[in-house]
């Protein structure tokens, strides 16, 4: 099918392998030019974050201020790509309208989506996942269950020796309705209990609710009744975990799930030791392995048995409440770290946690305005340097429309804020808002702030074509007047800036002693994103001086850098300097090729060459003189290689 239809949804009750089925399908379909994008939308709880979520998943980190939806379709619109949206059925209506504008405007994109319940889109081919099969000594439900069981416990292999005990485990497979997750947290109660227990206590769950219900019990009944049923047969102290687990959107590590469901029978010391009894028994699961990696997550339908759960405890604002709060200090934490040595760690431990940073944000903005703004305040990095400019400006609109007036977090605020609207080329909202991030920052009597602004409002005139006005903001005199330490955030982007508009006005010897002073200061602080734009400044200062050799070897070291934390932005920039020192050393077929790659990566930010004239003129000018060395048919081939070439 998804080689003849556009639209595929996989429809079924919870459980019942929709989502396996479609990583198994999607595994043998055909090759697709432009790859196989898989956005897992089950821990997405705001639909109006749907368009951010899949952008982002396929690799468009972009940084316009267009909506973002039409970028996403402008840049799909030549590609040749498969996408799986998973878990849908609580954003039908947006994965509707979100799938009938990208397939309109995409001829090359098949979409294929998993759904407890159909899209209603023209064109849409729906598949019923079944149950397995559960009828007989060799249907599939009973090899399903077998090889569950003998996962949990090996020994079991001479219960299935056996034809009267195989007839026994049929009729638990029949009781189940081939239902596949039901049937592996039966399986893996083997690991306690002889087959024999395993379907007496099992059927003795359904007749219980036979006596009020209708003989055939619904699949989805069939479903909560096979949980209902394991939770009875954990622990207590398992079904409190299990419950207060049912707070996180995505998977968890184990310092999270001691934090956030501790508490009364539930001791911070015995978390790990009763997750992992969960883990055995199916009801969590390991998406990494043992170590100090180990995250963890559980199935949406065991999930949303375990809220109920909370609920009936009454415990649900109260976890909820200390699962925010511990995101938000995790937040606080990474904003001290990300300017050091461990910035690569929190770039990698950061994304990790995304899904778990919305939800804690989502909570915060109702139930804690103050805290909200402190915490997507001190996300700033995530959200400019880690290619989430569209949802960091969102969350932190709505942020400072909450919280009260005045106080250090709102000058924050208004900074991160002013960030997110330098990046998606709106200098004139990005000026007004490093105005009013200044006035906040003068009663503190701090000058880390103050710097901060200063950057803000330098690099609002520095884009448009302002590098005199950018300097006397940002320059020199301007961080004496401030003060504040050499070291810190401010000061340190107010230098970037500098040295950026003295490359605009010809200074190239300023700016790369600006560069250089920049480079050494990241250097002590053991800091890699910001030591890159160092890199990438004493590019553009050896360029202007000819020094096209000396220029190479710096934008290489940057490039480095910024692969390193997935600077979409960053890339995109050097390689457009790279371009330009390669074709100034000759090299016109590897100048077109590293264009081509550029542009591929400026497409996948959303505005080339941010719209700036000088960015724009360097990136011409190693144009010119490509072409000028190896032809136009020469150039436009290479060119047209380097941007097939990947970029992931």
């Known amino acids: ?202 059927g003795a769950r359904f007749e219980v609710l036979a006596d009020t219900r209708a003989a055939h019990l619904p699949r989805h009944q069939t479903m909560r009744t096979a949980i209902g049923w394991s939770h009875e047969l954990c622990k207590p102290v398992e079904r409190l975990l299990w419950s207060r687990l049912s707070v996180f959107t995505g998977d968890f590590d184990v310092a999270a799930a001691r934090a956030v469901c501790s508490g009364g029978p539930l001791a911070p010391g015995r978390v790990e030791r009763v997750l992992e009894g969960l883990v055995a028994k199916s009801v969590v699961r390991r998406s990494q392995e043992r170590g100090a990696g180990a995250r963890y997550l559980m199935l949406d339908t065991i999930r949303e048995f375990g809220h109920d759960w909370l609920a009936e405890l009454g415990e649900v604002r109260a976890v909820a409440d200390r699962h925010a709060h511990w995101y938000a200090a995790l937040s606080l934490a990474a904003d001290e770290g990300w300017m050091g040595p461990g910035q690569v760690d929190w770039y990698r431990r950061m994304t990790a946690e995304h899904a778990q940073l919305r939800t804690a944000l989502e909570h915060l903005l109702a139930a804690d305005p103050a805290a909200a703004l402190e915490m997507a305040g001190a996300l700033w990095f995530f959200w400019f340097a880690c290619g989430h400019v569209h949802e960091g400006r969102r969350f932190l609109e709505r942020a400072l429309d909450g919280a009260p007036p005045g106080d250090a977090a709102r000058a924050q605020g208004l900074w991160a804020l002013g960030l997110t609207m330098l990046l998606q080329g709106d200098m004139g909202p990005a000026r007004e808002t490093g105005l009013r991030c200044a006035r906040a920052a003068a009663p503190l009597d701090d000058p880390e702030p103050e710097l901060r602004a200063a950057y803000l409002r330098a690099v609002s005139v520095l884009m ?127 100048a077109a090729r590293l264009l081509g790659t550029g542009h591929a990566w400026w497409r996948t930010v959303g505005r080339p060459q941010m719209g700036s004239p000088s960015l724009t003129a360097l990136r011409d000018r190693g144009e010119r003189q490509a072409r000028a060395a190896i032809g136009d048919a020469a150039y436009e081939t290479a060119f047209l290689g380097g941007t097939e070439a990947s970029t992931g």
């Open 1 to 202: 099918m998804l080689s003849e239809r556009r639209l595929i949804t996989l429809t079924g009750v919870g459980g019942v392998g929709k989502s396996r089925l479609a990583r198994r399908a999607v595994g043998r379909a055909a090759a697709r030019r432009d790859g196989v994008w898989w956005v897992q939308l089950s821990p997405l709880r705001d639909p109006r974050l749907l368009t951010t979520t899949v952008a982002h998943a396929v690799g468009l980190a972009d940084h316009s201020s267009q909506p973002l939806d039409e970028e996403l379709c402008a840049w799909m619109a030549d590609k040749e790509i498969l996408l799986v949206l998973d878990t849908c059925e609580h954003l039908v209506p947006e994965v509707r309208h979100l799938a009938g504008e990208l397939l309109q405007s995409a001829p090359g994109l098949t979409v294929l989506t998993t759904s407890r319940e159909r899209l209603g889109s023209p064109g849409e081919r729906v598949v019923e996942v079944r149950p397995l099969p559960s009828e007989g000594p060799d249907s599939d439900a009973l090899a399903l269950f077998r090889a569950r069981a003998l996962a949990a416990a090996p020994e079991a292999a001479a219960v299935f020796a056996d034809p009267d005990r195989t007839r026994t485990a049929a009729e638990v497979c029949r009781r189940l309705d081939g239902i596949p997750l039901a049937l592996e947290l039966a399986g893996a109660r083997l690991r306690l209990w002889t087959l024999e227990q395993v379907a007496q206590r099992l």
């Open 464 to 590: 448009p074509g302002d590098p005199t006005t950018a300097i006397a903001l940002a320059g020199p005199r301007a961080r004496a007047g401030h003060g504040g330490r050499t070291s810190g955030t401010g000061w340190l982007l107010c230098r970037l800036a500098t040295g950026y508009a003295l490359c605009d006005l010809g200074r190239y010897e300023e700016a790369a002693e600006e560069a250089r002073g920049l480079r050494e200061s990241c250097a002590e602080l053991g800091e890699r994103w910001l030591r890159a734009y160092a890199d990438y400044i004493l590019a553009v200062a050896a360029l202007g001086l000819g020094q096209h050799g000396e220029a190479a070897r710096h934008v290489r070291a940057m490039l480095s850098g910024k692969r390193l934390l997935g600077d979409r932005f960053g890339i995109a920039l050097g390689l457009d300097v790279l371009a330009a020192a390669v074709a100034a050393l000759g090299d016109g077929e590897l």
